[in-house]
């Protein structure tokens, strides 16, 4: 167990249900480009879960839309609380990962999986392009006291309810980040989760 996160089949299903809600919002909307209606074109993902999450490995469909209109196709793949962009671990891992790298006993935590180089990148976009994101803003304004120089430790403990409860306002938290096709993924976010 990671931070008393349990991460297990079950938090996964319910991400999914909650991806699955945002995606049905973004299928009601139209072509951001041509204003043409949008066709499901779902692609697969082999998302990892390393030692963190591997159950989380078996959810592997991002939901996707690609517009209809001959000509445009512009795809629109909705804001994700399980894919993190296009990295190629879980956003959980990602998260989790780096809650590792930032506790206080490093040598004695448990191994996680991913390769050093790999976290150290993570962290390294925390402390970087994360803090000029309209999301950091955001969290700033409804949490105080984020300490921007622990992020994302800082983050995810202001936040309410059990360890799994705040890892799903943290992942929802995050993702109008991981999508670059749907731009005002935020408005698709509202009172899910
Ligand atoms: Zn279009």
């Known amino acids: 167990m990671f931070d008393h996160f349990t991460l297990k089949g079950e938090f996964f299903a319910t991400l999914e249900a909650l991806d699955r809600a945002i995606a049905r919002r973004v299928a009601a909307s139209r072509c951001s480009a041509c204003g043409g209606p949008l066709h499901a074109g779902n692609y697969p993902r082999k998302p990892r879960g390393a030692l963190i999450a591997p159950e989380g490995e078996a959810f592997v469909v991002r939901f996707s839309f690609c517009c209809g209109r001959e000509g445009c196709r512009r795809r629109a793949t909705p804001p994700s609380l399980r ?3 296009r990295r190629v671990y879980l956003a959980v891992v990602v998260i989790v990962a780096s809650l ?3 506790a206080i006993d490093v040598a004695s935590a448990q191994p996680t999986g991913v390769p050093r180089r790999t976290t150290r990148r993570w962290l390294t976009w925390w402390r970087g392009p994360f803090l000029a994101t ?3 803003l955001a969290i700033r ?3 105080v006291g984020v300490d921007v120089g622990r992020i994302p430790r800082s ?3 202001r936040l309410p309810g059990t360890a799994d409860e705040q890892m799903r306002t943290m992942l929802h938290l995050l993702a ?3 999508t670059g096709s749907v ?3 935020s408005c698709f976010l ?3 989760a």
């Open 83 to 85: 894919f993190l962009g």
């Open 100 to 102: 590792a790298a930032q």
């Open 134 to 136: 309209e999301v950091l």
């Open 141 to 143: 304004a409804r949490l």
């Open 155 to 157: 983050i995810i403990e």
């Open 176 to 178: 109008p980040l991981t």
């Open 183 to 185: 731009l005002d993924g």
């Open 190 to 192: 509202r009172d899910i």
